[in-house]
């Protein structure tokens, strides 16, 4: 099956430095791709929609200058978290849509970047 | 908005049944989901099942819809300790997997 590869699986960073995530479909090729963050039991939280070749849409509430998103490739896309503080700490999931047909895609998830700001 | 409402803890024994409860507030979804996640993994997509539907069944796995009371539920036939997972409920109203709106996920626990 199709496989999304989400790169670190963890990351701890000192506060006010900035941390990449990297999002990767590995056998299909995904003009879109999602970005959730989950708190402890909570929801996943949609924070942006990310789009090969064009800006990301932020979900209401999501700073876009905070979180910068970008998809440069068909198979790569981006989260920056810029200038982090304690209160960014979350795990970070991310999800890559494969077109198979006009009526049949879906949806497949990363394994998520638990993150840790000091 | 939308909301997706699920209990947060489940426990049952193992080779017993398991039945995961979801509740959902947009009349219009298309779309139900039922995911999995397994600590340190990604979500996995279970099953799920269109709105014109009240049950899908796949092997140990039965889905039921309650349209009129916006209920779904995910039931697992002889649950395995390998089934210990959180499990999460969504909806779409795209007709598409474009966007899902999640539930807060059901830590299933299965007891020997």
């Known amino acids: 099956g199709a496989v999304v590869s989400q790169h670190p699986s963890w990351v701890i960073c000192k506060s006010g430095t900035s941390v990449k995530i990297e999002c990767r479909s590995l056998?299909?090729?995904?003009?879109?791709m999602f970005w959730y963050r989950q708190f402890p039991k909570q929801s996943l939280m949609l924070m942006a929609t990310s789009n090969e070749g064009s800006k990301a849409t932020y979900e209401q509430g999501v700073e876009k200058d905070k979180f910068l998103i970008n998809h440069a490739s068909l198979t790569l896309s981006t989260l920056t978290v810029t200038s982090a503080h304690p209160e960014d700490s979350s795990f970070y999931i991310c999800?890559?849509?494969?077109?198979?047909?006009?009526?049949?895609?879906?949806?497949?998830f990363g394994s998520g970047t638990q993150l840790s700001v000091l | 908005g939308e909301d997706v409402e699920q209990s947060l803890f489940l426990s049952v024994r193992e080779g017993d049944s398991s039945v995961i409860n979801c509740t959902y507030t947009d009349s219009s979804s298309t779309y139900l989901y039922w995911y999995k996640q397994e600590p340190g993994a990604g979500l996995q997509l279970l099953t799920y099942i269109f709105s014109n539907m009240d049950m899908k069944q796949d092997q140990r796995l039965t889905v039921l819809l309650n349209k009129k009371d916006k209920h779904l539920s995910l039931r697992i036939a002889d649950t395995q300790t390998g089934d210990s997972a959180i499990y999460f409920c969504a909806e779409s109203t795209s007709g598409s997997a474009r966007q899902l709106t999640f539930g807060s996920g059901t830590q299933l626990t299965v007891l020997p």
């Open positions: 056998d299909f090729q995904a003009t879109t």
């Open positions: 999800s890559a849509r494969e077109v198979r047909s006009s009526t049949n895609e879906k949806l497949f």
